[in-house]
């Protein structure tokens, strides 16, 4: 008997939405529908059957050096991203990032009847790319529009969901008036340098609160006026190590190029990660407390020894980096891993040391078993009502502020 492409595609649509419910991502009915009726395949012409129904990113486009500036998103980002969205029949949804159409399927299907969808991208061949597959798919309650997602779309507002599938560096505030009344903004925002969160937010007075937010990383906002500008610096020497910098951060980008070549210096914390255990917390502390947040510092090298095969999260300052490290142990509870910083340049036992230190101090005050935090943002004139009991957990940006609520541990 001869399997169809079709029945091939049904049975791997349905392992796919199987995995993301086991694994918490689906949960709501609406959304699980959603992503049982949409064929993600149907988004991405000419990629195997396999890969489209893959845990992993889809790449579209690349920019001149390789880098990827669109993709369509691992399935449990878009499912994390939907839930967090809470569209609504009836609704009206902007959505900021078209790529191939698909989560503007999705959108579509979780606002009908009655609800329309408008699906913005900067390019035109995605634009036309993500039209056509729309229509083929029959979501006649979409609409694929040329622009920056950052300046919303006016003419069409208010809406009751505005959802960003790329990553900003602040908050757009035109969109923001652009919100109806009890709407909700849906964004990837980094925190500071690498560190995101897709941040769900509701208006709250004057200011705003998350309702919720989940770490993930996007491709990044470009061209607009919110444009985030991430450079990639190919680090000297051997290997393919490279450090991803944004514009916010103090770094002399030619003079670090070389810093891994200069001697280490090795601090480690006593603090201990067992398995299971996620970084997540430990890296919004570090990107808070340190004055340069942390980046991301993937690749391999002799003699480079990150805490993960892919690479490693960076603390920089100027001339001088400090990259996190572990060492494997075993006590009376098994097996751990702990923490530490190796530092490279000029300041590089100061900033280990400072890395090291923060370190510590998120595990005396926080560690794992600390309840979640909560963020609060303003823009404009209403920054000023926002306050944190300690400075260091308030970040200002060209547009907003942006607070986290974290208690200690009890």
């Known amino acids: 008997m001869t399997v169809s492409t079709a029945d091939t595609a049904n049975e791997l649509r349905e392992e796919l939405v199987t995995r993301l419910i086991d694994s918490g991502h689906l949960r709501t009915p609406e959304v699980i529908a959603a992503f049982r009726d949409t064929e993600r395949h149907r988004f991405l012409p000419g990629v195997d059957l396999q890969a489209a129904y893959a845990h992993d990113v889809v790449a579209l486009k690349r920019d001149e050096t390789g880098e990827m500036i669109s993709c369509i998103s691992t399935p ?40 329309h969808v408008w699906t913005v991208d900067v390019d035109q061949d995605l634009v ?22 950052a300046s919303g779309l006016p003419e069409h507002a208010p809406f009751d969901r505005i959802q960003f599938t790329v990553g900003a560096g602040d908050v757009p505030v035109r969109v923001l008036e652009q919100l109806a009344p009890g709407g909700r903004l849906v964004i990837p925002m980094r925190v500071r340098g690498s560190i ?5 937010f509701e208006r709250d007075g004057h200011t705003w609160k998350t309702v919720s937010s989940e770490m993930m990383t996007f491709v990044p906002l470009r061209r607009g006026v919110c444009n985030d500008i991430r450079t990639m610096v190919d680090m000297a020497g051997e290997g393919n190590v490279r450090l991803e910098i944004y514009s916010e951060q103090n770094v002399d980008r ?21 398995k299971g255990e996620s970084f997540q917390w430990l890296y919004l502390y570090l990107a808070y407390v340190l004055p340069n947040g942390l980046s991301r510092m993937p690749g391999s ?55 090291a230190t923060t370190i510590s ?16 943002m303003a823009v ?30 009890s």
């Open 76 to 115: 449990s980002i878009v499912a994390t991203q939907l839930e967090q969205l809470g569209a609504e029949p009836g609704h009206k949804i902007l959505e900021a990032g078209a790529a191939t159409g698909y989560n503007a399927a999705l959108l579509g299907r979780l606002v009908a009847p009655g609800g």
């Open 128 to 149: 036309d790319g993500a039209r056509k597959n729309l229509a083929e798919a029959g979501a006649s309650n979409v609409t694929v529009v040329l622009a920056d997602g």
């Open 254 to 274: 030619d003079a670090i190029r070389t810093v891994l070549d200069e001697p280490p210096v090795k601090v480690y914390t006593g603090v201990k990660f067992r």
């Open 196 to 200: 995101s969160r897709s941040f769900a």
């Open 380 to 409: 404009g004139d209403a920054r000023d009502q926002l306050t944190a009991a300690d400075p260091r957990f308030a970040i200002d940006k060209t547009y907003s502020r942006l607070v986290v609520d974290w208690p200690r541990r």
């Open 301 to 355: 090298r002799p003699g480079f020894a990150p805490h993960f095969g892919w690479g490693s999260m960076t603390a920089l300052d100027g001339e001088t980096l400090a990259y996190l490290t572990k060492v494997e142990g075993e006590d009376e509870q098994g097996s751990f891993w702990q923490m530490g910083a190796i530092g490279h340049g000029p300041r590089a036992a100061e900033l280990a040391d400072q890395v």
């Open 361 to 376: 101090e998120w595990d005396r005050g926080w560690g794992h078993n600390a309840p979640e935090p909560g963020f609060r």
